[in-house]
Structures are given as structure tokens and as C-alpha cells.
């Protein structure tokens, strides 16, 4: 297990879970005099409440903490943490009783937005259930008819108020807001994990490092497009394989929300540096991108990913698999571009038929018949047989693979390829949703 994921994310767990209300646990039993029990149940508020504070700190993106431990595990603990504080606060407000009217209603109006927050984010906003049950992704797809993306987010918000609730609640204890230490160490977790929000939700997106300019925005099938983007003079970085969220902040009838898309090619030249994006215009938002148009400015917040990381971590004589389906091909071709050279690369790609030209210009511009790439275009997805033909045992044995495509096919291709001999830790993927 220890093998499979870094040993910066059980770092983070611990930080997270541990190390984080240690400081507000020590000194509320060393200045509370009460029974162990009782001081357990007040502890278990604690907790809760600075676990909240710290996934919101998570939900800010730090691009240090993706290229640690990447998004998807960010996005993993975030809900998972945001599941345990909700254990642990259900503990301390079973257990604990007040007389007093507001500290009762502050904690059981939070204590009820805190269950509605876990319940909508786990069908909504997660993968939790929807990339495992077809049902449950027939339902949603029902009822984001109005329960949109950004409207969930909005939603999901309501956790603000839930944290503001939590803040009172304490602060009108006289028990506890007598002890000036714990209330100074408690306003400052909270001053810092809002503020970080803030500046990152208000502050950072105006910044130079973030913008770029929009060069040309085509249509290459009947739905998807491709951006191609000048990047800032300042901006960080990219690497094969990374991604940006995108915003068009000045576009009108294109939402403000920032969307997440790979990097299909990177051009680079002394004084400027280009970037693609391939785009399925699926929902709302990227439909609407038919508005954007050139000289338009973008923000791209990132670059994030860890395929880099993984794949230069790996021995050069670790043959590389890519799977890509559909637009999951994007961040598979700077990849092959940077790594076919060096290793043994077997690009496999499946589409659907309308899709068959969109990565025409990239392909071309990877020379697969003078490489030594292995590359396949498959129509519809690749099935047990297809695998068990195409792939060596020299690639099912010591193969690293990876694996980028929409979640539900992402979660069978690793059954199928795990049922080959493929280990798990050699699996990585990405799937478009988060
Ligand atoms: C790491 C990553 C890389 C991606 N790369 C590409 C790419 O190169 N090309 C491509 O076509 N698609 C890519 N996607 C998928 C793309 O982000 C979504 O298809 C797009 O955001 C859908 O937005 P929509 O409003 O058009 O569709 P909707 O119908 O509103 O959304 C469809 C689904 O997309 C997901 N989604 C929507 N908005 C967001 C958001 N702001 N953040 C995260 N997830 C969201 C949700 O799961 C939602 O259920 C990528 C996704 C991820 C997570």
C-alpha cells in the first residue's frame, strides 16, 4: 500500500487529522476543569470544527499540494475529511446538553446543514456514487436538468454558514470563551483558513501569472473544440501531462466558474509560450465557449498534475501504456511527445466515429510511423480481448500505465487490466470529473 501512494499523502492525512487540533486540544484540558468524559465530548466538537477549517484550506488548490500528492487525492481527503468531522461532530452534539437557547440552536442548525453538506456533495459533487452506480448516474443526470454544477457549488457553500455558526456557538459559551488562549488560537485557525479562501476566491484570480490571451478558438468535430492560448510572461512551468482550470472572466454568456482541461500540446519559442486545449462540448459551460473568440483573456489557474512526477520516477526501461478515451487523449499526447523517445510507448486511443479527426494535427505532428510509438485508434472502448491481444507481457508485467477518460470507463479499464496481471500500483489514472 505503501508502495501505491506517496508518503506525502499519509503526511497530509496526519497533518490534517492530528497535528491540526493538537494545539486547540492541549490547551482546552489543560484550562477546562471537567471530567475525562465530558472533556472527550467537547474535544470531539473541536475536532470537528477545525477538520471543516482545514478542507476549506484544501479547497483552495494549493499548487504545492497537487504536485505532492495531486488533485484527486486533495479532492479524496477533502470529502472524506469532510465525512469524519461530520462522525465526530455527531458524537459531540449526541452527547453534549446546554440550557442555553442559542448555543443549542447554533449547534444543532449547524450540526443539520453539516448532514445536508455531506449528503448533497456525496451524489452531486463527488464520484462516489455516480462512477459506481449506473442508477445513481441516471438520477443525477435527471436532475442536473436544474440542479446544475455551479448551482451544487453554490450550495455546497452553505458550509460557510455552517462554519460561521460553529464560530458563535463557541464564542457564546461562557465556559469556553473565558479561556482567552483557546478563543485567540481558535479566531486565528479561523481568520487564516477563511482569509486563505478569500484571497484565493478574490485577490489571486486578478494576478498577471494567471492570465493569457486566447490566439484561436476552432471547431474541430461536431463537438469539440480546440483553444489555443498565449500564456502570461510570468506563468509557471508546464509539464507533459498537466492541467489548467479555465475562466473567462470578461466573456459574456460564459459563466465565471473556473472549469478543469488537460494540455494537449505546448509550443515553446524564447519570447513565448503556446498552449492547446481539446475540448468536448458537453454541458453548460464548455458549449458556451463557442463565444470565446481571439485576443479574448483567459485565467488558467495551475499548472497542476503528477503524471510527470510518476512517470520520470519510473526506470527508463518501465515500458509506458497511454489510454486515452475520447478527449481523454489530450494530456496523452504531450506525454508521448516527451517520453517516446526515451521508452517503449504504446499509445491507445478510443473514440467514437464522430470523433475520428479531432487529434489529426497532433498525431501528425508525433510522426508515429518514424518513431518506435505502438499506436492503436480504436472504435468504441477496448474490451478484455483487445487488451489481451495488444498488449506484451512485457507491458502487463512492468508496464506503467495510465489511463485518462471519463470515470465510469477509467474504473472498468483498470478491472479489465488488473484481471490481466496488471498491478495496481503500476494504474494510474485520471478521470474528467472530480
Ligand atoms: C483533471 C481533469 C482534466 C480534464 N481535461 C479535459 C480535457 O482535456 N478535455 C475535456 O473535454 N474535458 C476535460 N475534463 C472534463 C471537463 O472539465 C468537464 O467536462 C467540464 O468541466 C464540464 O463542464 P460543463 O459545464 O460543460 O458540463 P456539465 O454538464 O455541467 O458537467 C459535467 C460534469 O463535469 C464535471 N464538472 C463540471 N464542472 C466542473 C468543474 N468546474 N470542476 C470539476 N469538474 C467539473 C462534473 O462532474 C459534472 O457532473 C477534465 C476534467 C478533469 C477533472
Redesign the pocket.
Known amino acids: 500500500m505503501l508502495k501505491k501512494h506517496p508518503l506525502s499523502l499519509y503526511l497530509v492525512w496526519i497533518a490534517i487529522l492530528v497535528l491540526l487540533p493538537l494545539p486547540l486540544i492541549i490547551i482546552l484540558n489543560s484550562a477546562l476543569v471537567d471530567s475525562p468524559s465530558r472533556l472527550a465530548i467537547y474535544d470531539a466538537g473541536v475536532i470537528a470544527y477545525t477538520w471543516w477549517l482545514g478542507i476549506v484550506f484544501l479547497s483552495t488548490r494549493p499548487r504545492w499540494l497537487d504536485r505532492l500528492i495531486g488533485?484527486?487525492a486533495m479532492y479524496f481527503i477533502h470529502g472524506m475529511v469532510g465525512v469524519l468531522a461530520l462522525v465526530v461532530a455527531t458524537i459531540h452534539v449526541q452527547l453534549s446538553f446546554s440550557m442555553h437557547a442559542i448555543i443549542r440552536n447554533t449547534g444543532h442548525i449547524a450540526w443539520y446543514l453539516a448532514i445536508f453538506g455531506v449528503l448533497y456533495a456525496s451524489f452531486?459533487?463527488s464520484?462516489w456514487l455516480?462512477d459506481r452506480f449506473p442508477i445513481a448516474q441516471k438520477l443525477?443526470n435527471k436532475l442536473?436538468f436544474f440542479f446544475?454544477?455551479?448551482l451544487s457549488?453554490w450550495i455546497h457553500r452553505l458550509n460557510f454558514v455552517m462554519i460561521g455558526l460553529i464560530w458563535l456557538h463557541v464564542q457564546v459559551i461562557p465556559r469556553i470563551s473565558s479561556i482567552t488562549a483557546f478563543v485567540v488560537v481558535f479566531d486565528i485557525y479561523t481568520v487564516v483558513s477563511l482569509g486563505t479562501y478569500a484571497w484565493y476566491k478574490f485577490v489571486s484570480p486578478s494576478s498577471e501569472k494567471r492570465s493569457g490571451q486566447v490566439l484561436c478558438n476552432s471547431q474541430v468535430s461536431d463537438h469539440?473544440r480546440q483553444l489555443h492560448i498565449q500564456l502570461g510572461p510570468d506563468s509557471a512551468k508546464v509539464l507533459p501531462g498537466d492541467?489548467y482550470?479555465l475562466s473567462f472572466p470578461k466573456v459574456a454568456g460564459v459563466?465565471k466558474?473556473?472549469?478543469?482541461?488537460?494540455?494537449?500540446d505546448i509550443q515553446k519559442s524564447k519570447s513565448k509560450r503556446e498552449i492547446t486545449?481539446?475540448?468536448?462540448?458537453?454541458?453548460?459551460?464548455?458549449?458556451?465557449l463557442s463565444r470565446v473568440s481571439e485576443g479574448d483573456r483567459v485565467n488558467l489557474e495551475g499548472p497542476?498534475?503528477r503524471f510527470d512526477k510518476i512517470i520520470s520516477g519510473d526506470s527508463d526501461k518501465t515500458p509506458l501504456v497511454l489510454i486515452g478515451m475520447?478527449?481523454?487523449l489530450?494530456?496523452l499526447v504531450d506525454i508521448t511527445r516527451a517520453y517516446s523517445k526515451i521508452r517503449a510507448t504504446h499509445l491507445m486511443w478510443s473514440l467514437h466515429e464522430e470523433e475520428t479527426d479531432i487529434f489529426d494535427e497532433q498525431l501528425a505532428s508525433l510522426n508515429i510511423q518514424a518513431s518506435k510509438l505502438k499506436f492503436e485508434k480504436h472504435l468504441h472502448r477496448f474490451k478484455l480481448d483487445d487488451y489481451q491481444n495488444l498488449l506484451t507481457q512485457t507491458e502487463i508485467k512492468r508496464g506503467r500505465f495510465i489511463i485518462?477518460g471519463p470515470a465510469r470507463g477509467v474504473l472498468e479499464t483498470e478491472k479489465i487490466l488488473h484481471s490481466l496481471g496488471v498491478s495496481r500500483s503500476h494504474l494510474t489514472d485520471?478521470?474528467?470529473?472530480?
Open positions: 488533485l484527486p452531486f459533487l464520484g455516480v443525477k442536473q446544475k454544477y455551479q457549488i469539440v492541467f482550470f459563466s466558474e473556473s472549469h478543469p482541461f488537460s494540455v494537449t486545449f481539446t475540448i468536448q462540448t458537453s454541458g453548460d459551460f464548455t458549449k458556451s497542476f498534475g475520447g478527449t481523454g489530450a494530456p485518462v485520471e478521470r474528467l470529473t472530480m
